[in-house]
């Protein structure tokens, strides 16, 4: 029987083995992304739900300059976060890499993460409480006489959000790029110096490189979810910090419409999953360039 | 001998570990040299040190007549083929050749022309465009080569080269690089563990045991006449007799067992004349059984065959001499006539006295 052999073959295994993940994703996944898209078609009339199919929704964000400054606004902010994060990740992933003896380097990473053992929101509050008029930072100032009156751009505005977020995302970014450091061949490194490159020059045309992938990664790790991030915008932000995903809750759990706050989602997601190509292509035409004027390609 | 190389006193420590112990080493222009011992004797840290990877405790590198003392490996006149080949993995083949010449200061084209030619030295003309992880070892070993050699160095260093290739391309390539040293003439330092390729390969061999040098010679010198039982047991296979000796004029008589009573030249003794115990050397192929009938006009013991091992063109057999404890090996040529002896056998042994060693320990 054909079945009988099927039943028994290496892919019948395999099957097997990945239904309970698949289901899971079905589920837990695709099924509510579905959902999401599903109502972005429909519109909320007070009350009722209106299933008729319509692009009334998009029509609506595409018009209102609201919907376009907040995500703009938040494709912004996700993109000053992940820069600031990687740029500070690189770094310390670099110093756990190369300067760390190999028997401390768990040890590091470990201690590395050990912020992170606290409540996301406990971390968000503390951010306040260092940040804000009277808070530490501004009382350390006033107290050295650096500063004559405290600082009102580090608490409620976009800058608060970045360097909230920047901190809640720096393992995410630590941990790919040390990855990708650690897989460098050191001898490597030897052989460009071998050949006549000085320690800058080595960085810049074999680490740096070959690292690339693991920074990618980093950049993509920290921006998908820091466009999605509501919690930090709401505490931190101010009335200029909010972002697209503020909006997103309101329209949902306040305003009562979902289709309205669906479309807008899906938007968000177009957005950022376009943008996400968008650097990768730059940074690979980049790349391209310097092996390019480095000549010989 | 004028010396491309000079190391006087290198002393290198690890913490407490003493790598390298009073290394003095010339080493001349457009020799192919050898660095030759088992692992962890040292003999890669000299290479890194000539290299300038690794720092000296103590001792003076001149290179070409200059002290590299302070001079990073990016200024030194040598480069180095890694024994992982380290073949940028993000870069073109011509790329990696390429590599080094960014500061020559040619033109682009002049750049592509030596890089072509590079390649074609190493037989791997057209791979220019190839991308560098699409190579199999031993093209990533001759990239390697191309990539040092197009900077025209002073010394090329190779640390464990062929190590990792099998045992066929491995032959093919000692005699290309042999043919590629010549051609070029650059003085090539090998780092290498394997004592056969050090022999075909090298004008001159450093045998190093626990970060000391224990003998530097011509492959011939070193098969021959080894300085010390150590050398000779890692150089080949050497079967060692204990033996009495005493000093008679010019010549050294030795009271060998198994053997019997035999006269050394004073150059049998390689480290000085040896009194008192000690142990003399012989090598398999000086030892030969003789078959049914056979004469010879050397001298002649007896023993028993306790093992064999046929090798197709040669049969390897374990011998022991009557009155000796430990076997002997005897390499025995399997030529048409030759029966192959079986084990239990009894055997008569030729073997010619000018071709034993005597050592001290």
């Known amino acids: 029987m054909a079945f009988g052999r099927y039943k028994n073959s290496e892919a019948a295994r395999g099957l097997t083995l990945v239904s309970p993940p698949f289901f899971y994703a079905i589920t837990l996944l695709a099924a509510p992304l579905a959902a999401v898209i599903m ?16 692009l009334e ?17 938040s494709l912004y902010i996700a993109s000053a976060v992940m820069a600031v994060t990687v740029a500070l990740a690189f770094p310390i992933a670099y110093f756990v890499s190369f300067h760390v003896p190999a028997h401390r380097k768990s040890l590091w990473l470990f201690l590395i993460t050990i912020p992170f053992w ?28 650096l500063i004559g009156e405290p600082l009102t751009f580090i608490l409620y505005n976009p800058n608060a959000v970045v360097l909230t977020l920047a901190h809640a995302f720096a393992p995410f970014a630590i941990l790919p790029i040390f990855v990708s450091l650690e897989k460098i061949d050191r001898s490597l490194l030897e052989a460009a110096r071998d050949l006549g490159e000085s320690r800058a020059q080595t960085f810049f045309s074999i680490t740096l490189p070959l690292a690339m992938p693991g920074i990618l990664a980093a950049m993509v790790i920290v921006l998908i979810p820091t466009i999605g991030d509501y919690v930090t915008p709401r505490l931190v932000g101010g009335p200029n910090g909010l ?19 669906a479309a807008l989602a899906i938007v968000a997601m177009i957005s950022v999953a376009t943008w996400c190509i968008t650097f990768i292509v730059i940074a690979k035409i980049l790349m391209w360039l310097t092996n390019k004027a480095r000549g010989l390609t | 001998m004028t010396a491309l190389i000079s190391l006087t006193g290198i002393n290198k420590y690890y ?42 405790t103590d001792g003076v590198v001149l290179i070409d007549g200059a002290d590299m003392a302070g001079v990073a490996a990016n200024l030194r006149p040598t480069n180095m083929v890694f024994q992982s080949y380290a073949i940028f993995p993000h870069l073109t083949v011509a790329q990696n050749v390429g590599f080094g010449l960014r500061k020559s200061g040619m033109s682009r084209s002049d750049k592509a022309q030596a890089v072509q030619d590079a390649l074609e030295m190493v037989g791997l003309g057209g791979f220019g465009a190839r991308a560098a992880h699409a190579l199999s070892g031993g093209q990533r070993q001759r990239v390697a080569l191309a990539r040092a050699l197009i900077l025209k160095p002073k010394v090329l260093l190779l640390d464990e080269p062929l190590s990792a290739l099998d045992k066929k391309l491995r ?20 780092v290498t563990h394997d004592q056969e390729e050090a022999l075909i390969m090298s004008d001159r061999v450093a045998v190093m045991f626990e970060g000391r040098i224990a003998q530097l010679a011509d492959p011939q010198t070193l098969y021959r006449r080894p300085l010390t039982r ?16 005493k000093p008679v004029g010019d010549l050294i008589t030795a009271d060998i067992a198994g053997l019997g009573q035999a006269e050394l030249a004073s150059e049998q003794c390689p480290a000085g004349p040896v009194t008192g115990g000690g142990a003399v050397g012989i090598r398999p192929e000086i030892l030969s059984i003789l078959f049914q009938g056979e ?25 022991r001499l009557d009155d000796v404890d430990a076997p002997v090996t005897i390499s025995m040529k399997n030529l048409i006539d030759r029966p192959v002896l079986e084990r239990d056998d009894r055997a008569r042994v030729s073997w010619d006295p000018r071709a034993l060693v005597g050592f001290s320990d």
């Open chain 2, 230 to 245: 150590q050398v000779g047991d890692f150089i080949g296979v050497m079967n060692f007799l204990p033996a009495q000796f």
């Open chain 2, 15 to 56: 913490g407490d570990y003493h790598a390298l112990r009073d290394v003095d080493l010339e080493i001349a222009e457009g020799e192919f040299f050898s660095l030759l011992g088992p692992s962890g004797c040292g003999k890669t840290t000299l290479l890194r040190t000539i290299a300038g990877f690794e720092d000296v």
């Open chain 1, 118 to 145: 606290t409540s996301y929101l406990i971390r968000v509050f503390l951010w306040k409480v260092i940040l804000g008029y009277n808070g530490v930072l501004n009382s350390s100032l006033l107290g050295t006489g």
């Open chain 2, 171 to 190: 032959e093919q390539m000692q005699t290309e690089l042999r043919r590629l040293q010549r051609q070029v003439g650059i003085t090539f330092i090998l």
């Open chain 2, 295 to 319: 004469t010879t006009s050397q001298r002649e013991t007896v023993g028993q065959v306790i093992e064999r091992a046929y090798y197709g063109d040669m049969t390897y057999y374990d011998v």
């Open chain 1, 57 to 73: 929704n998009y029509r609506t964000i595409m018009t209102e300059p609201l919907y376009g400054t907040l995500l703009l606004r």
């Open chain 1, 39 to 54: 109502f972005s078609f429909w519109t909320q009339d007070f009350l009722t739900l209106d299933r008729t199919p319509t």
């Open chain 1, 243 to 261: 972002m697209i995903a503020n909006l997103i809750q309101t329209l949902f759990l306040k305003l009562n419409n979902a289709p309205l706050g």
